[in-house]
């Protein structure tokens, strides 16, 4: 979204920045439940019996094990999530989906009140975007039934016992294979027509996207532990040669010649956010030169807090915000809606806006058994590497951005600003599909540090998913906690910015850190490791068995000689003298931090001040203003910020 509170008050487009405060997040379409307890026969199952759940199945329908593996891996990783369903309403290693379900519980279950925003403001739901009809799902959605009338077994069975779900799989894929003529062979290269079914995909496109992505886990294999203990693997198979030329007699509509920008290894659709002028207005982003004009720097992760069709829906309507690209939870489909010539409304700070590229994620944010499947996640690292390497956008956590690490461009919207994709976003994995996994740089005693909890292990405790206060359900976690001193008894980090004493409130982001978020270590003690943040001392338990951290080394920048503390911004502006007579010079205003004498910041990029000035629709008065004023972007606190080159120093924090 557009954000920024200086833009010329005069300028045409000043309903539309109202408008987009609220962002996508406002589109809380569906909120899926934490779903019931896993049966008797589930919760007996922790001693090796998922992995003999699949060779038993595979042998009951004749499908391949490796196959009915692959195909789980990519949906779940294997995991049971304890019955409860994703995002879309799938269920289990097999990620049935049973929207109907999970529909009809969440009507039981919400009292409208999902936060919308991202923040700790909860507003209700927003009334454009309702919740989708459940008396005409796409079949993609309803997967569940179907495999209980072809196994005969309770859905509600299917949806809680990971055992009954795997073998509802298989009766799936043996059933698309049939269905293709095809027999039921013991080769997986066989398989790929059925395992294109599988997916649910309306194209063929999508279809062997999915597909691929399948016979490359065979192909390389896996073992994991999952996360209700058990021990999981795939041999690989390198050499294996799949019948891709099955997917023609699939019977699906063929793929759209439509001039996305996205990698081939992807499956990708053009749903266009409108450009178009109305009244004194216009929506729903800027025409731009881009990179030419100026460079993209970061790409920054959203997730929608809506279902895939309503969010649709909504970057269509012209008074609405808009975004570069969405991913579907069920298969990784994506829909580009803004070239990245352009410059799309989404991160709430117009600088931000300027320099990035917007994913939304099918998701939401506050409901932490509402997993993302595999496909999403690996077809979004596959979107992420191809722009990364258009652009020139290094591989990390000062450029591939949450919603929730971009700043407040100014002092007063720091309270307001998103906080998706939140806490339950898997960055360690998604940075290992990026294949930029997280690792230790320096010694032991680095003078930096690298956040890298284990994801599934590390379990703070967050409140108010569903009910202000109350504890969400533990879950992995992708941050770490904050304290004033080297104990858990004592104060949590507070944030100035925000106005508020710090809470364990999911949205609450003063007292967090995140998975490959880098720091300058202010001090040790025991298992404890202090951190320079937001302008003070923030210690987190680090111990040595659980590590949360490891230790890095980089730049960083520290307040000139003689100064007692410098001040950070939110975006990085031109000096006044840069701006050329027809455009209005933008304030530079401080946030309401600084950085005091002594201490130490991660450095991110080094960047000249810039300025985007678009406030018509026509783009012949657009303007890019680059000033001499050199800025760092810092790691600041959760979010990032920018300092003056004037007002620092650099040094080198080697281990």
Known sequence: MRGSATAPTSAPGSRRMRRAAGGIAAAALLLPLLGAAPSPAAAGSATGGLQRAFASAAAEYHVPQSVLLAVSYLQSRWDTHAGAPSVTGGYGPMHLTDARTALTAESHHSEGTEDARGDSARPARHPEAGAPDASALPARLETLPRAARLTGLPAAELRTDPAANVAGGAALLA??????????????ADWYGAVARFSGADDTATAAAYANDVYDVLRAGARRTTDDGQTVSLAARPGLAADTGQLKRAGLAPAAEDGTECP???SCTWVPAPYEEFGDDYGNHDLGDRPASQSIKYIVIHDTEGAWDGVLDLIKDPTYVSWNYTIRST???????????DVAWHAGNWYVNAKSIGIEHEGFLASPDAWYTEAMYRSSAR???YLAARYGIPLDRQHILGHDNVPGPTASTVPGMHTDPGPYWD???YFELLDRPFRRTAGTKGS???ILPDYARNRPVYTGCAT?????AAHGSSEVRLYSDHTENSPLIRDIGLG??????????SSRVSTGQQYAVADRWGEWTAIWYLGQKAWFRNPAGQPTAVAAGGRVITPRAGLASVPVYGRAYPEKDAYPADVPAQAVSPLPYTIPAGQRYVIGDELPGEYYYAVTFTADSHRVVVGKDRYYQIQYGHRVAYVRAADVEVRSSAG
Do not use: F, M, Y
Request: overall charge negative; some cysteine.
């Open 331 to 341: 298969d990784g489909l994506i829909a580009q809606h803004v070239k990245a010539k």
């Open 427 to 429: 960055w360690r994995h």
């Open 468 to 472: 202000a206060g109350t504890p969400c």
């Open 383 to 385: 979107l992420v590497g």
């Open 264 to 266: 081939a290894s992807v």
């Open 175 to 188: 059933a698309a294979q049939q269905e293709l003529h095809r027999p039921l062979s013991p080769d997986p």
């Open 500 to 509: 508020t004493a710090p809470t364990t409130d999911v949205n609450d982001l």
């Open 448 to 450: 930096l540090v690298t």
